[in-house]
Nanobody, 124 residues
Framework: QAQLVESGGGLVQAGDSLRLSCAAS????????MGWFRKAPGKEREFVAA????????YYTDSVKGRFTISRDNAKITVFLQMNSLKPEDTAVYYC?????????????????WGQGTQVTVSS
């Protein structure tokens, strides 16, 4: 088992920035990729970004391209999500996730481990 702990959420104004962190522990050697998902009230949980742990290849959903950047610190086994130019529609609970197999990085069903989530609220 791997454990994931997110941090960095909060309340900001439109146009501001936030940086989310997700620290992994436990059976981290089995992790192939890590990703961020979000769930807004009344909506389904959706893919935001993912990064391959070995290659560093990144993936983004269209709505965050150019505004969000996912990165990793291999030594600290931590993944980050830098969110710039935040919009009210980015308001959601953000979840960190980790997967063990090289399948579709945007499919939440392929992820094996999940964090508890961190709230991001963007006011207009």
């Amino acid at each position: 088992q791997a454990q994931l702990v997110e941090s960095g959420g909060g309340l900001v104004q439109a146009g501001d920035s936030l940086r989310l962190s997700c620290a992994a522990s436990g059976r981290t050697f089995s992790i192939y990729a890590m990703g961020w998902f979000r769930k807004a009230p009344g909506k389904e949980r959706e893919f935001v970004a993912a990064i391959s742990w070995s290659s560093g290849r990144t993936y983004y959903t269209d709505s965050v391209k150019g505004r969000f950047t996912i990165s990793r610190d291999n030594a600290k086994i931590t993944v980050f999500l830098q969110m710039n130019s935040l919009k009210p529609e980015d308001t959601a609970v953000y979840y960190c996730a980790a997967k063990r197999v090289p399948t579709n990085p945007s499919s939440q069903y392929d992820y094996d481990y999940w964090g508890q989530g961190t709230q991001v609220t963007v006011s207009s």
